[in-house]
């Protein structure tokens, strides 16, 4: 099968691939190694893959203001981590209930934002709404639910562009604790116009699909049939202690 992206043969790195319980932080790093690799040249493939944090973690973006996002004292007493991640966008919570996606793909010309966002989200909505979900489009980069004349999201994506690589990744609300957005986040400084200042309860909403669906769903979009096997295990080891576990990374901001 052939990507919607670039042409190349695309490749599903599945979970079980990778060590058990790693930890958000590990994931993120995973996900920028994977893009070194498609930078310098050593990557041929697009890689499609999906995670799930296993306890909840708040993740900035790259440019994210950590007190302006983000109700730090209460993550503090929680004892939830707050981590920041190399794309741009606003801040999202991890956790279990939460699919994330992501994609690293590698270009020989990199395409206009639009065009990637277009590549990226046009063809998973069209696969999660095989599922019998209304999914579509909203915003820049937002995956939403159309029910009663309202948008509600399911997810939120970001993107970092390389001069000759491309990550793409973001949130896919399934069965997630909604209420614990509105503990821990504030309302963002910027929101899309289809928000409507709504509350990040009114806002938000659950796909309710299941991890097996929603992985199907990822690979379908992506034609992501081939399989990797290996991953970058000591890129990944660096990123983690020379950034992703350093506050001087997290909250630089």
Not at 60 to 75: A, F, M, P, Q, R
Not at 166 to 187: K, N, S
Request: proline content about 6%; charged content about 20%; overall charge neutral.
């Amino acid at each position: 099968m052939v990507t919607k992206i670039t042409g190349c043969d695309a490749q599903w790195l599945d979970e079980s691939t990778l060590p058990p319980l790693l930890t958000a932080a590990e994931q993120l790093a995973v996900d920028e190694a994977i893009l070194d690799e498609a930078e310098s040249g050593q990557l041929k493939n697009t890689v499609v893959r999906t995670w799930q944090a296993a306890a909840p973690a708040v993740v900035l973006g790259s440019s994210s203001e950590l007190h302006k996002e983000v109700n730090y004292d209460t993550c503090t007493q929680l004892n939830i981590p707050v981590l920041r991640r190399p794309s741009g966008g606003a801040t999202v919570i991890l956790g279990p209930g939460c699919v994330m996606w992501s994609i690293v793909t590698p270009y020989r010309d990199v395409p206009p934002l639009e065009a990637i966002h277009a590549a990226m989200l046009d063809p998973l909505a069209e696969a999660l709404s095989a599922t019998g979900r209304n999914v579509a489009r909203e915003g820049t980069s937002d995956l939403v639910i159309r029910a009663a004349g309202r948008a509600k999201k399911i997810s939120g994506n970001a993107l970092r562009v390389r001069r000759q690589s491309v990550l793409y990744h973001g949130t896919i609300l399934d069965a997630f604790p909604l209420e614990l957005v509105g503990q821990l986040l504030r309302h963002p400084p910027r929101e899309p116009e289809y928000r409507r200042q709504r509350s990040h309860s009114e806002f938000l909403t659950n796909l309710l699909l299941g991890r097996e669906q929603i992985d199907k769903a990822v690979r379908t979009a992506f034609a992501a049939w081939g399989n990797k096997t290996t991953w970058p295990h000591q890129q990944v080891r660096q990123l983690v202690e020379s950034r992703y576990e350093q506050t001087s990374w997290t909250e630089r901001l």
